[in-house]
């Protein structure tokens, strides 16, 4: 496969000769040539069936270097970052689905601005996708192209749906896309393994041809809708039933239907849609940045998180005791430094930046940082923390883990302690009975952030949320006090005992408690009670359905 020739290489070169020879001519009093507009290069990227954690490295690499990004659907967006020029490549003005030949004008008129064109498609880009056209239309064009190819639907949405394509008794299989054009199903009337894309719609006659052909009526057949998403859902039936039962079950398109003996496999290979947490919506009420570590864990359960920021970091009213914090830090007042959460280390490294100071003042002063994070977030400023406690990751924590004070062996019995406005005195009292000097400073003011969407206030009270995890007691209150007290029936999660005893206060029926106060350990507790609600439906013989699936007029006490 060709992807540049020599020719078009030099052709598209950003600088061309022209443009270097144009000055020399100029100043011989010749009339001086006009500048060549710089080509545009494209690169056509296989954005996998959905899940966005499938895009390959190059396609991650060239997405982050794109000038504009020529999107198949409103759904790829999200895999954009900001700055970049997206553009509708789906459809057109009118609303109508563009040709293969449409697009391949838009992609070839965009890379005649002279921009880094992406053009992401759905799954791979030379698998039942108008990928071959549009790149002949670039060479037609003389504009250099690459393919960077793609995880196709065709594979993956049966491997999300615990259906292998072949097995060591099934080693053939064919994947058509149903389109005007009649099929002739008799060459399929064995055993072999079908693969069907956009078949939705002509499910009926697809199943009518393959039984007239001669395949068993009682085949087995699977339809995976939205496969690799959270959203994925599969009907099992076989080819005498599916058209019915697909009807019944209100399938719609995208799907992706397997027909053969490898669908009995679903039984035991079925990975992805029993997850303990699958399809559930988890609102973590944190800043998109707190929560990121939650929300990947949260996903690797199957959920899908939804931050909503409850708190708002501002300065201090009055800066003057953290200035003077600081000079008594670069003097030597301190023997230690105790950074109780990230946002402590932010607000201390925003003051180092307005003094002009750098990581350097911290020699020769120890460090303790009160969990892993916190101590992450000082390791990224060059600094490695001297104290984080092994055991429980809190202010307590900190404490039974802080060595008392010694005058032979402390040169200074003094501890530098910025931290948020509204925090607990334990840390201080504490540090204080080991006979530690504490310069109590507040570094930032947490206050009450603005009130969510009307549409996400509405899914808190109505229920539409699955799941409620809490990380803190100020969250609870903030959460309740924005944008009201979650429906009855949605799982509320907390941190700890004291988180715990803040969402009871307020009305709250609290179901799971995680064991030790960390955000994975919420996530796995989470987890645990998903997993056992899921088991005890089973058991039941109840379809597995989510929290926010209730039944019309259920209720759960608080």
Not at 35 to 64: M, N
Not at 477 to 488: D, E, F, M, Q, S
Not at 515 to 537: I, K, N
Request: charged share 25%.
């Amino acid at each position: 496969m060709r992807t540049v020739s020599t020719t078009t290489a030099t052709r598209n070169r950003k600088v061309t000769e022209p443009e270097q020879a144009a000055p020399a001519a100029a100043a011989d009093g010749a009339t001086p040539i006009a500048a060549t507009r710089p080509i545009g290069h494209v690169s056509f990227v296989g954005a996998g069936p959905g899940d966005a954690s499938l895009l390959t490295v190059r396609a991650k690499e060239l997405l982050d270097a794109a000038d504009v990004v020529i999107i198949e659907s409103a759904d790829q967006a999200h895999l954009v970052r900001e700055g970049v020029e997206v553009v509708e490549g789906g459809h057109g003005e009118d609303g109508g689905v563009l040709t293969p030949a449409a697009r391949g004008r838009l992609v070839v008129k965009h890379a005649k601005r002279g921009k880094n064109v992406v053009r992401l498609l759905v799954g791979d880009p030379f698998t039942f996708a108008s990928g071959p056209e549009e790149a002949q239309a670039c060479d037609k064009a003389n504009i250099s192209f690459e393919i960077v190819p793609g995880v196709s639907s065709a594979s993956a949405v049966p491997t999300y749906a615990g259906v292998p394509l072949t097995t060591r008794t099934h080693r053939e299989v064919a994947v058509i896309r149903m389109g005007e054009t009649k099929v002739d199903w008799a060459p399929y009337a064995g055993d072999q393994t079908l693969v069907l894309l956009s078949a939705v719609n002509t499910i009926k006659d697809v199943a009518n041809g393959l039984i007239e052909a001669g395949r068993d009526p009682k085949t087995p057949v699977a339809m995976t809708r939205v496969g690799t998403t959270t959203e994925q859902s599969t009907l099992v039936s076989t080819l005498d039933a599916i058209a019915a039962d697909a009807k019944a079950a209100k399938m719609a398109p995208p799907a992706v239907t397997v027909i053969g003996d490898v669908v009995d496999l679903r039984d035991t290979l079925s990975w992805f849609e029993t997850k303990p947490l699958f399809g559930w919506r988890v609102l973590v009420p944190r800043t998109k940045e707190q929560a990121a570590t939650l929300a990947n864990r949260l996903r690797g359960y199957g959920a899908v998180s939804e931050e909503v920021p409850t708190i708002s970091v501002e300065p201090p009213r009055n800066p003057q005791q953290m200035d003077k914090a600081v000079r008594g830090l670069v003097e030597g007042r301190y023997e230690w430094v105790a950074f109780t959460s990230v946002n402590a280390v932010k607000a201390v490294r925003e003051k180092f930046d307005e003094y002009g100071l750098d990581a350097r003042a911290f020699s020769g002063l120890k460090v303790a940082a009160v969990g892993e994070k916190t101590a992450e977030a000082i390791s990224a400023w060059g600094i490695r923390p001297d104290l984080v406690p092994d055991g429980e990751q809190s202010s307590r924590g900190l404490l039974e883990e802080w060595p008392p004070y010694d005058e032979l062996l402390d040169p200074i019995n003094r501890v530098f302690l910025p931290r948020a406005d509204i925090a607990t005195e334990q840390l201080v009292a504490g540090l204080i009975e080991l006979g530690w000097e504490v310069d109590d400073v507040t570094a930032y003011r947490t206050v009450r952030a603005a009130p969510p969407p009307a549409p996400t206030r509405e899914a808190i009270k109505s229920g539409k949320f699955d799941a409620v995890v809490f990380t803190s007691s100020s969250t609870v209150r903030n959460l309740v006090g924005i944008a009201g007290k979650p429906h009855a029936s949605t799982v509320i999660a907390c941190i700890g005992p004291a988180t715990a005893q803040t969402a009871e206060e307020h009305g709250l029926r609290v179901d799971v408690v995680a064991p030790s106060p960390s955000a994975d350990t919420l996530a796995d507790a989470l987890a645990d009670f998903g997993a056992q609600r899921r088991q005890t439906m089973i058991d039941a013989g109840d379809p597995v359905t989510k929290p926010s699936q209730r039944t019309k007029g259920s209720r759960r006490r608080s």
